[in-house]
Protein backbone atom coordinates (compact mmCIF):
# COMPACT_ATOMS: atom_id res chain seq x y z
CA UNK A 1 0.00 0.00 0.00
CA UNK A 2 1.30 3.87 -0.37
CA UNK A 3 2.73 5.76 2.24
CA UNK A 4 0.23 8.56 2.04
CA UNK A 5 -3.84 8.60 1.84
CA UNK A 6 -5.54 7.91 -0.81
CA UNK A 7 -8.09 9.84 -1.56
CA UNK A 8 -11.85 8.79 -2.55
CA UNK A 9 -13.94 9.76 -5.26
CA UNK A 10 -16.47 11.50 -2.54
CA UNK A 11 -13.40 13.74 -1.26
CA UNK A 12 -11.42 14.70 -4.73
CA UNK A 13 -10.98 18.17 -5.61
CA UNK A 14 -14.26 19.54 -8.72
CA UNK A 15 -10.94 20.61 -11.12
CA UNK A 16 -8.15 18.32 -12.51
CA UNK A 17 -8.88 15.47 -9.89
CA UNK A 18 -12.05 14.99 -11.20
CA UNK A 19 -11.30 15.67 -14.40
CA UNK A 20 -8.60 12.60 -14.06
CA UNK A 21 -10.30 10.23 -11.79
CA UNK A 22 -13.39 10.49 -14.76
CA UNK A 23 -10.21 9.90 -17.79
CA UNK A 24 -9.05 6.85 -16.03
CA UNK A 25 -11.52 5.55 -13.97
CA UNK A 26 -14.99 6.29 -15.38
CA UNK A 27 -17.35 6.05 -12.61
CA UNK A 28 -15.72 3.76 -10.16
CA UNK A 29 -13.90 4.78 -6.49
CA UNK A 30 -10.29 4.15 -7.43
CA UNK A 31 -9.61 3.98 -3.86
CA UNK A 32 -12.16 1.08 -3.55
CA UNK A 33 -11.76 -0.73 -6.56
CA UNK A 34 -8.27 0.01 -7.95
CA UNK A 35 -7.08 -0.27 -11.58
CA UNK A 36 -6.20 1.16 -14.88
CA UNK A 37 -6.48 -0.05 -18.25
CA UNK A 38 -2.49 -0.38 -18.66
CA UNK A 39 -3.30 -2.19 -15.04
CA UNK A 40 -1.61 -0.46 -12.87
CA UNK A 41 -3.78 0.17 -9.17
CA UNK A 42 -3.83 3.57 -9.96
CA UNK A 43 -2.27 5.00 -6.66
CA UNK A 44 0.05 7.44 -8.11
CA UNK A 45 -3.44 9.85 -9.21
CA UNK A 46 -5.12 8.64 -5.38
CA UNK A 47 -2.06 9.93 -3.85
CA UNK A 48 -1.58 13.02 -5.77
CA UNK A 49 -5.01 14.08 -5.40
CA UNK A 50 -4.15 15.07 -1.59
CA UNK A 51 -2.63 18.08 -3.09
CA UNK A 52 -4.65 18.87 -5.74
CA UNK A 53 -2.31 21.87 -6.52
CA UNK A 54 0.11 19.09 -6.83
CA UNK A 55 -2.07 17.26 -8.81
CA UNK A 56 -2.59 20.14 -11.06
CA UNK A 57 1.27 20.74 -11.27
CA UNK A 58 1.76 16.99 -12.23
CA UNK A 59 -0.71 16.95 -15.46
CA UNK A 60 0.49 20.19 -16.87
CA UNK A 61 4.05 18.26 -16.97
CA UNK A 62 2.83 15.79 -18.41
CA UNK A 63 0.57 18.01 -21.38
CA UNK A 64 4.02 19.82 -21.32
CA UNK A 65 5.91 17.12 -22.98
CA UNK A 66 3.07 16.01 -25.45
CA UNK A 67 1.74 19.51 -26.27
CA UNK A 68 1.94 19.58 -30.60
CA UNK A 69 4.68 22.68 -29.85
CA UNK A 70 7.25 20.64 -28.68
CA UNK A 71 10.24 20.67 -30.97
CA UNK A 72 11.52 17.50 -29.65
CA UNK A 73 10.74 13.67 -31.44
CA UNK A 74 8.74 12.17 -29.00
CA UNK A 75 10.86 9.16 -29.28
CA UNK A 76 14.16 10.47 -28.29
CA UNK A 77 12.05 12.00 -25.68
CA UNK A 78 10.64 8.41 -24.52
CA UNK A 79 14.16 7.21 -24.76
CA UNK A 80 15.34 9.97 -21.79
CA UNK A 81 11.94 9.11 -19.99
CA UNK A 82 12.78 5.41 -19.73
CA UNK A 83 16.31 5.26 -18.99
CA UNK A 84 15.98 7.45 -16.43
CA UNK A 85 13.10 5.73 -14.61
CA UNK A 86 15.80 2.35 -15.15
CA UNK A 87 18.93 3.76 -13.78
CA UNK A 88 17.00 5.49 -10.68
CA UNK A 89 15.50 2.11 -9.85
CA UNK A 90 11.57 3.34 -10.39
CA UNK A 91 9.33 -0.04 -11.54
CA UNK A 92 6.20 1.95 -12.40
CA UNK A 93 8.22 4.90 -14.55
CA UNK A 94 10.20 1.87 -16.45
CA UNK A 95 7.15 -0.20 -16.99
CA UNK A 96 4.93 2.91 -18.91
CA UNK A 97 7.60 4.41 -20.87
CA UNK A 98 8.54 0.90 -22.25
CA UNK A 99 4.53 0.90 -23.19
CA UNK A 100 5.18 4.69 -24.56
CA UNK A 101 8.17 3.67 -26.79
CA UNK A 102 6.65 0.63 -28.26
CA UNK A 103 3.27 3.38 -29.15
CA UNK A 104 5.51 4.95 -30.91
CA UNK A 105 6.63 2.21 -32.85
CA UNK A 106 9.84 1.45 -31.28
CA UNK A 107 10.95 -2.08 -31.98
CA UNK A 108 10.92 -4.70 -29.01
CA UNK A 109 14.89 -5.27 -29.89
CA UNK A 110 15.58 -1.63 -28.67
CA UNK A 111 13.08 -1.11 -26.34
CA UNK A 112 14.81 -4.52 -24.30
CA UNK A 113 18.29 -2.97 -25.00
CA UNK A 114 17.55 0.38 -22.85
CA UNK A 115 19.18 -1.01 -19.59
CA UNK A 116 22.47 -2.19 -21.48
CA UNK A 117 22.47 0.46 -24.38
CA UNK A 118 26.03 0.93 -23.86
CA UNK A 119 27.07 -2.29 -25.60
CA UNK A 120 24.11 -2.71 -27.85
CA UNK A 121 24.01 -2.16 -31.65
CA UNK A 122 20.40 -1.18 -32.43
CA UNK A 123 20.69 2.08 -32.14
CA UNK A 124 21.39 5.47 -34.16
CA UNK A 125 24.14 7.52 -32.86
CA UNK A 126 22.24 10.44 -31.95
CA UNK A 127 19.86 8.14 -29.93
CA UNK A 128 23.25 6.85 -28.09
CA UNK A 129 24.05 10.39 -27.35
CA UNK A 130 20.64 10.87 -26.20
CA UNK A 131 20.72 7.73 -23.83
CA UNK A 132 24.40 9.10 -22.74
CA UNK A 133 22.94 12.38 -21.56
CA UNK A 134 20.23 10.57 -19.49
CA UNK A 135 22.47 8.57 -17.82
CA UNK A 136 24.46 12.10 -17.38
CA UNK A 137 20.92 13.52 -16.10
CA UNK A 138 20.29 10.75 -13.24
CA UNK A 139 23.21 9.01 -12.66
CA UNK A 140 26.04 11.82 -12.49
CA UNK A 141 23.21 14.14 -11.35
CA UNK A 142 23.77 16.34 -13.63
CA UNK A 143 27.38 16.42 -14.20
CA UNK A 144 27.80 16.30 -18.35
CA UNK A 145 31.29 16.16 -20.06
CA UNK A 146 31.70 18.63 -22.54
CA UNK A 147 31.63 15.85 -25.30
CA UNK A 148 28.77 14.76 -24.45
CA UNK A 149 26.52 18.16 -25.21
CA UNK A 150 28.89 18.83 -28.08
CA UNK A 151 27.45 16.03 -29.93
CA UNK A 152 24.02 16.79 -29.28
CA UNK A 153 24.33 19.75 -30.40
CA UNK A 154 24.94 18.65 -33.70
CA UNK A 155 21.34 17.29 -34.28
CA UNK A 156 19.68 19.37 -31.67
CA UNK A 157 18.81 23.14 -31.52
CA UNK A 158 19.00 24.59 -28.14
CA UNK A 159 15.57 24.50 -27.98
CA UNK A 160 15.43 21.11 -28.26
CA UNK A 161 18.08 20.11 -26.03
CA UNK A 162 16.57 22.63 -22.96
CA UNK A 163 12.94 20.40 -23.52
CA UNK A 164 15.01 16.88 -23.37
CA UNK A 165 16.69 18.40 -20.14
CA UNK A 166 13.63 19.28 -18.51
CA UNK A 167 11.57 16.74 -19.44
CA UNK A 168 14.39 13.55 -18.81
CA UNK A 169 14.99 15.51 -15.49
CA UNK A 170 11.11 15.75 -14.56
CA UNK A 171 10.77 11.30 -14.46
CA UNK A 172 14.27 12.12 -12.24
CA UNK A 173 11.87 13.35 -9.68
CA UNK A 174 9.11 11.68 -10.29
CA UNK A 175 10.77 7.94 -9.66
CA UNK A 176 12.14 9.43 -6.46
CA UNK A 177 8.75 10.79 -5.44
CA UNK A 178 7.27 6.90 -6.71
CA UNK A 179 9.97 5.21 -4.40
CA UNK A 180 10.03 7.31 -1.54
CA UNK A 181 6.02 6.94 -0.99
CA UNK A 182 5.74 3.54 -2.47
CA UNK A 183 3.32 4.13 -5.22
CA UNK A 184 2.11 1.85 -8.28
CA UNK A 185 4.83 -0.86 -9.04
CA UNK A 186 7.12 1.21 -6.87
CA UNK A 187 5.50 -0.47 -3.58
CA UNK A 188 8.02 -2.82 -2.82
CA UNK A 189 10.11 -3.95 0.13
CA UNK A 190 13.91 -2.47 0.10
CA UNK A 191 16.19 -5.27 -1.24
CA UNK A 192 18.95 -3.80 0.55
CA UNK A 193 19.11 -5.62 4.02
CA UNK A 194 21.53 -7.47 6.30
CA UNK A 195 21.55 -11.30 5.67
CA UNK A 196 22.17 -12.89 8.76
CA UNK A 197 24.93 -14.68 9.77
CA UNK A 198 24.95 -18.53 10.09
CA UNK A 199 25.50 -18.45 14.00
CA UNK A 200 25.41 -16.25 16.71
CA UNK A 201 29.20 -16.20 17.25
CA UNK A 202 29.73 -14.19 14.29
CA UNK A 203 27.94 -11.32 15.76
CA UNK A 204 30.04 -8.14 16.29
CA UNK A 205 32.85 -9.55 14.65
CA UNK A 206 34.48 -8.43 12.06
CA UNK A 207 34.32 -9.83 8.57
CA UNK A 208 38.20 -10.14 7.93
CA UNK A 209 38.92 -11.74 11.76
CA UNK A 210 39.56 -15.34 11.28
CA UNK A 211 39.78 -15.56 14.87
CA UNK A 212 43.17 -16.23 15.22
Not at 59 to 71: I, L, N, T
Not at 100 to 111: C, D, M, P, Q
Not at 185 to 209: K, S
Request: aromatic share 8%.
Amino acid sequence: MPRLRQIPRAEVDQGTGLRMYNLLFGDRDPVAEPGTATGTPGNWWTVFAGSPDALHHAVQGFAYYRDPKRKLDPVLRELGQTRVSWTMETQFGYSQHCKSLRGLGVSEERIAAIPHWQVADCYTENERAVLAYADCLSSQHGRTPQPVMDKLKTFLSDEEILELTYITTLYVMHAIMNRALGLEFDDIEDRIVEIAAPDNGAVGRDFLDTGR
